[in-house]
T-cell receptor, first 113, second 114 residues
Framework: EPEVTQTPSHQVTQMGQEVILRCVPI?????FYWYRQILGQKVEFLVS????????KSEIFDDQFSVERPDGSNFTLKIRSTKLEDSAMYFC???????????FGEGSRLTVL | DQQVKQNSPSLSVQEGRISILNCDYT??????FLWYKKYPAEGPTFLIS?????DKNEDGRFTVFLNKSAKHLSLHIVPSQPGDSAVYFC?????????????FGTGTSLTVIP
């Protein structure tokens, strides 16, 4: 069964460092998403991406965040200068056109020290 | 701004009995709702969905009910099995068109006791 894969599974970084989280969405999906879940809190929407541009983004997705689809398979989330409060589990998701179901990856845990 | 609320952080049910998980929403524009199940250290897994044109959708042991006037949906699992023990999230969107964000509740941790 096709699945969304994410790397790394866990990254520890120092405050102020840049981090890139990578995702390989399901191959025939056209819509891509990043969500995050801070420990003990709800799953929060960050950004959606379609046709090589951002469709929608939340307040969390400020200038420190960016997304890119550098090739036909990867979808990346970059945090330019990490803050302590960026520590969370980051989930990538994808969906096929015309359906609302999101398929999530297993997440990348980011720990900012 | 909590547009989707799951007011019960946890629920315990005996194996074989019915589990009922509840979800309330505030935005009347929401017209598509999903339930996800999440095990520790894994991503959420889609369970079942319902659009606002229906008030019930059933898939095996899982049934979702939607009460639009009350802005309330519930997930029924019957019979409950120990493998159903997980965190359940409801999510809502203002359109079935992908590209719109889904708003998630805070989750309900279900424990099914053997």
């Amino acid at each position: 069964e096709p699945e969304v894969t994410q790397t790394p599974s866990h990254q520890v970084t120092q405050m102020g460092q840049e981090v890139i989280l990578r995702c390989v969405p399901i191959s025939n999906h056209l819509y891509f998403y990043w969500y995050r879940q801070i420990l003990g809190q709800k799953v929060e929407f960050l950004v959606s991406f379609y046709n090589n541009e951002i469709s929608e983004k939340s307040e969390i997705f400020d200038d420190q965040f960016s997304v890119e689809r550098p090739d036909g398979s990867n979808f990346t989330l970059k945090i330019r200068s990490t803050k302590l409060e960026d520590s969370a589990m980051y989930f990538c998701a994808s969906s096929a056109m015309g359906t609302g179901e999101l398929f999530f990856g297993e997440g990348s845990r980011l720990t900012v020290l | 701004d909590q547009q989707v609320k799951q007011n019960s952080p946890s629920l315990s049910v005996q194996e074989g009995r019915i589990s009922i998980l509840n979800c309330d929403y505030t935005n009347s524009m929401f017209d598509y709702f999903l339930w996800y199940k999440k095990y520790p250290a894994e991503g959420p897994t889609f369970l079942i969905s319902i659009s606002s044109i229906k008030d019930k959708n059933e898939d095996g042991r899982f049934t979702v009910f939607l009460n639009k006037s009350a802005k309330h949906l519930s997930l029924h699992i019957v019979p409950s099995q120990p493998g159903d023990s997980a965190v359940y999230f409801c999510a809502a969107s203002a359109s079935m068109n992908t590209g719109n964000q889904f708003y998630f509740g805070t989750g309900t941790s279900l424990t099914v006791i053997p």
